[in-house]
């Protein structure tokens, strides 16, 4: 992992010919959760994933990430 570990998370920032779109999409993922992803360790590359470990059915963001 190089350069700035925000830009990790932009579409279209992937190497080696790939479409890096798959870390964006992690990312928006995790927040649609209630969760978040992030960058924790460059070498070797490593990232976090943290949850809630249970939601209710109620409780699920909506689109605007309020609750619905």
Do not use: C
């Not at 998370?9 to 010919?17: H, I, K, L, N, Y």
């Not at 995790?30 to 978040?36: D, N, Q, V």
């Not at 109620?58 to 619905?68: I, T, V």
């Amino acid at each position: 992992m190089t350069g700035d570990p925000a830009r990790l998370f932009e579409r279209g920032r992937g190497a080696d010919r790939s479409s890096g779109i798959g870390l964006a999409l992690a990312r928006d993922l995790a927040t649609r959760l209630g969760g978040r992803l992030s960058a924790t360790r460059a070498a070797p590359a490593t990232f976090t994933l943290l949850v809630p470990a249970g939601v209710r059915r109620d409780e699920e963001p909506g689109p605007s990430g309020a609750p619905r």
